[in-house]
């Protein structure tokens, strides 16, 4: 049990008090719960093409928005304003392709019956119920936008739990669905410790649809298994970047840099690992070092910047952990290595190492910042293997002219983006996005991550004749006409 306490948040940018807001206690969250039920009712009984029509509003009012939700992410996350557009960016067209893709995915579908013309059969897809959204900090808008926006079109009602260094991102967001026409109860947004109101979240929902680290993902898909309700968790990576000997360098080394950079490296997707042919080793990694040590760092509001703060002191310990046990351990900075205590108190140099070896926390631990371990590979082969191997499956990217697809083909990991770090993929947004391995269970995003949230049902009608013996025929006689049948259903003998 908790009780309310003030839930305080700092700016990473200056470490000063942006807002407090009231953090949910345990006790509250069955309520929470059963007043989203309530809702949930009328709300799927109203036709799929109203329910779009609230995220059609959604998608127009988040660019309306622009500015004000940059503002509120950045504050809370300290994250360049180009990284928090991409997410103003990516939720908006999401949710209006999930919108447009809703109705045709939710439509009944007739499916062959156990009898021809006897049977007729309906697939429908019919909410879960209530779903539960865990969310992290680093992605605090567009990822409950696209996430909330499947679970709702699919007719069901949403509780969120946003990261504590995060709510007001969260609480403006509902705020935007409100003005988009959502009923009441549908959104709510309980903010508070995720181990004080997970156990009771999981104990209500009727599925959990987590982003985070795997240690909580595993926690939560054990619990949500002992309910025996439905789970997706999008977990961590250390993604690994391919460039081949046929690939353009210098937009190789850009959409590195962009892979590995982008959002401070805070990107589950983002990239920290690249193996470089050799015969294109040396002059990628010239160009590489260079754009990396132009890159503007710093902290504020203003367009003009690249990399923003790491988001807490706890990250900004994590990255310099990592740097300094490779360093001490032999590897070589190529660009970056230190904090920058001068611009911000959580500012971390965007980081090349080579030499990393398995010894070092950097080789195979996800450090989830601006560090990025560069390795030279004799082949494709090479390449492959090394990038396969890893508890991890999350993204790949692969630079090359003509093999790209080729390649893509033998990594195991749920994304793979071909001349492009990650946005290529992760923007595909009606295809399916998550990971393999330790990278997570479902998808979100695509066909899968809105039927996620439904039960399909089959509803079967049988008419003239019940699939059983007719008193005339006996059992025997039965057998014998329907092995006849069947073998016509069948195609003949063979
Ligand atoms: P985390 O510690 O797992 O926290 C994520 C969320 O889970 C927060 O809201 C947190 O709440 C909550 N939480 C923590 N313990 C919980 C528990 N026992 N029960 C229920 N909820 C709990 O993750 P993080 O380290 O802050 O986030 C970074 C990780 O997220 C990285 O590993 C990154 O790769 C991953 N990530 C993955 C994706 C993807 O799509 N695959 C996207 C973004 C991030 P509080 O912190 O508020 O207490």
Redesign the pocket.
Same mark, same amino acid.
């Given at each position: 049990m908790s009780s309310n306490r003030d839930l305080m948040v700092r700016c990473p940018f200056d470490d000063s008090i942006y807002g407090t807001c009231t953090s949910t206690a345990a006790e509250q969250v069955p309520a929470a719960i059963a007043r989203a039920r309530r809702a949930q009712a009328a709300w799927a009984a109203a036709p799929v093409t109203d329910r779009a029509r609230v995220f059609r509003r959604l998608a127009a009012l988040i660019l309306d928005n622009r500015d004000k939700i940059l503002d509120t992410i950045q504050a809370e996350t300290g994250k360049a304003r180009l990284s928090a557009f991409e997410e103003v960016m990516d939720a908006s067209r999401a949710v209006r392709v999930f919108a447009g893709s809703a109705p045709g995915l939710l439509r009944p579908r007739r499916r062959a019956g156990a009898i021809p013309v006897l049977t007729s059969t309906v697939e429908h897809h019919r909410p879960v119920g209530v779903v539960g959204i865990?969310?992290?900090?680093?992605?605090p808008f567009n990822?409950p936008a696209s996430d909330g926006a499947q679970a709702l079109l699919a007719g069901n009602a949403v509780v969120l739990?946003?990261?504590?260094q995060t709510p007001f991102t969260a609480l403006l967001l509902a705020e935007l669905l409100t003005g988009a026409g959502l009923p009441d109860g549908l959104f709510q947004v309980l903010p508070g410790? $995720?181990?004080e109101l997970?156990p009771a979240l999981v104990a209500g929902v009727d599925y959990l649809m987590f982003?985070?680290?795997?240690?909580?993902g595993r926690?939560?898909a054990t619990a949500c298994a002992e309910r025996l309700i439905g789970f997706s968790g999008?977990? $961590?990576?250390k993604n690994p970047l391919l460039v081949l000997d046929d690939a353009d360098l210098a937009t190789a080394a850009a959409g590195t840099v962009h892979g590995a950079f982008a959002n401070t490296g805070q990107v589950?997707v983002g990239i920290e690992r690249a193996y470089i042919h050799q015969s294109v080793h040396d002059e990628f990694v010239d160009r590489l070092v260079a754009l990396v040590r132009g890159l503007r760092l710093g902290v504020g509001y203003d367009w003009n910047l690249d990399v923003g703060s790491l988001s807490s002191a706890k990250q900004l310990a994590a990255v310099s952990t990592h740097v300094d046990d490779a360093v001490a351990k032999g590897a070589t900075v190529l660009a970056g290595g230190r904090a920058r205590p001068d611009l911000g108190p959580y500012c971390y140099e965007p980081t090349v190492l080579t030499g990393v070896t398995e010894d070092m926390l950097a080789c195979r631990e996800?450090t989830?910042g601006p560090v990025l371990a560069v390795y030279r590979v004799a082949s494709d082969d090479e390449a492959v293997a090394r990038a396969n191997d890893s508890r991890y499956g999350?993204n790949a990217s692969v630079w090359s002219a003509r093999r790209g697809p080729e390649v893509a083909a033998r990594l195991r990991t749920g994304t793979v983006n071909v001349n492009e770090g990650y946005a290529a993929a992760w923007g595909s947004h009606a295809a399916p996005m998550g990971?393999m391995g330790e990278?997570?269970v479902g998808r979100r995003h695509g066909d899968h991550g809105l039927l996620k949230y439904t039960e399909p049902q089959t509803v079967s009608v049988q008419r003239l004749h019940r699939i059983a013996p007719p008193p005339k025929l006996g059992n025997e006689g039965y057998a014998t006409v329907m092995t006849a049948a069947i073998r016509l259903l069948n195609g003949g003998r063979r």
């Open positions: 865990i969310n992290p900090w680093n992605y990822l739990k946003p990261d504590s410790s $995720g181990a997970g982003t985070g680290s795997t240690a909580t926690q939560l999008e977990l $961590g990576g589950c996800e989830f999350l990971g990278s997570g």
